[in-house]
């Protein structure tokens, strides 16, 4: 079993920044691609920002040059930067990841909690 638990949320002012942390545990054998989603209510969640094994990063338009992903494959961890925060960015905030169980070699999604990020203005 895997799982993955998130932190870093909380209340932030806008032009501020916050960072969200995701770790991974359990029978993994890798981790492929991570990503951060973001849902508000009423709507879907839609993803935020993705990386890859190989550290290549893609963003949601709203988001790039203000937010970076990286990864720390060792702790299989996964982060989230935010910078120049806006009350558009609130929301909750899960992480997900594409491990291979240790135990079947089968690959699978996994996801967080969920994590909720305030911008007030």
């Known amino acids: 079993h895997v799982q993955l638990v998130e932190s870093g949320g909380g209340l932030v002012q806008a032009g501020g920044s916050q960072r969200l942390s995701c770790a991974a545990s359990?029978?993994?054998?890798?981790?492929?691609?991570m990503s951060w989603y973001r849902q508000t209510p009423g709507k879907e969640r839609d993803v935020v920002a993705v990386?890859?094994?190989?550290?290549?990063?893609s963003y949601v338009d709203s988001v790039k040059g203000r937010f970076t992903i990286s990864r720390d494959n060792a702790k299989n961890m996964v982060y989230l930067q935010m910078n120049s925060v806006k009350p558009e960015d609130s929301g909750v905030y899960y992480c997900?990841?594409?491990?291979?169980?240790?135990?079947?070699?089968?690959?699978?999604?996994?996801w967080g909690q969920g994590t909720q990020v305030t911008v007030s203005s």
């Open positions: 990386i890859t094994n190989d550290s290549i990063t």
């Open positions: 997900s990841m594409a491990v291979q169980s240790s135990d079947t070699l089968k690959w699978r999604d996994y």
């Open positions: 359990g029978t993994i054998f890798r981790i492929n691609v």
